[in-house]
């Protein structure tokens, strides 16, 4: 199977930092895509970063093709401007959509000292509890990085899945989940492109070995 991620969809605020705004996709694209996977059960979709138009535009399009996603949000961004707000990440969990964590301030989780990682994996994770009212155990890791001690500490945490980005079929099952993540320049014909040859597409024999050493290290 493949895991899709988004980030933004529409415009990104000017002040968004050049490396969010990389990922964000045009409306229309955005639409393109979800024509693409309709018929695809084996295409999983999430979002990361819980921007505000999760649920201005990915929510009604998610609800009127009778499909579901995971939201992966910034627990110290809810309520800011552009950001998801807690009743919005409610009416996510209300509409059917998963809800994980992305940490805290969406820094990389490599090499954090523990206080940092606890503040990351641990509270971001509770404050997105206390506005749901029920238990987060899925997390993403913030710019698809990680490494031995990460994964360690959110197995130990009882995550019972953690998405990445690094561009691979999943298996179903896996604890960890490689994604695509949509770039601003990809378009629903790469995305077509992918779900035909994913084999091409995904991480070569060397970069697998890579993947797996971003585990080990
Ligand atoms: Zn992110």
């Known amino acids: 199977m493949i895991n899709l991620c988004f980030h933004g969809i529409g415009t990104p605020p000017h002040d968004a930092p050049a490396e969010e705004a990389a990922y964000w996709i045009g409306t229309d694209t955005f639409r393109r895509v979800l024509d693409v996977v309709a018929v695809r059960p084996d295409v999983r979709l999430s979002f990361d970063d819980g921007n ?12 009127g093709r009778g499909r579901t ?9 809810l309520g800011h401007p ?10 996510l969990r209300r509409s059917g959509m998963g809800v994980g964590s992305h940490g805290m301030h969406h820094r990389v989780w490599r090499r954090l000292r523990p206080p940092e990682l606890r503040e990351e994996l641990v509270l971001a994770r509770e404050r997105l509890e206390d506005v749901l ?3 987060v ?12 001690t990460t994964l ?15 561009r691979a079929l999943a298996r179903p099952g896996s604890w960890r989940q490689a ?3 949509l770039r601003a320049t990809d378009t629903a014909d790469d995305v077509a492109a992918w779900l035909r040859h994913g084999d091409r597409y995904t991480v070569r024999a060397a970069d697998r070995a890579r993947t797996f050493v971003k585990g080990l290290r």
């Open 52 to 63: 505000e138009s999760d649920v201005e535009v990915a929510l009604p399009e998610l609800v």
């Open 179 to 181: 994604r695509f993540s």
């Open 69 to 77: 996603a995971d939201f992966f949000v910034i627990a110290g961004r």
């Open 152 to 166: 360690t500490a959110l197995r130990r945490l009882g995550y019972t899945r953690v998405y990445t980005s690094d």
């Open 82 to 91: 552009g950001s998801l707000s807690a009743g919005d990440v409610r009416a």
């Open 133 to 135: 009212e029920e238990p």
């Open 137 to 148: 155990r899925t997390a993403a890791c913030p710019l698809g990085r990680y490494d031995r």
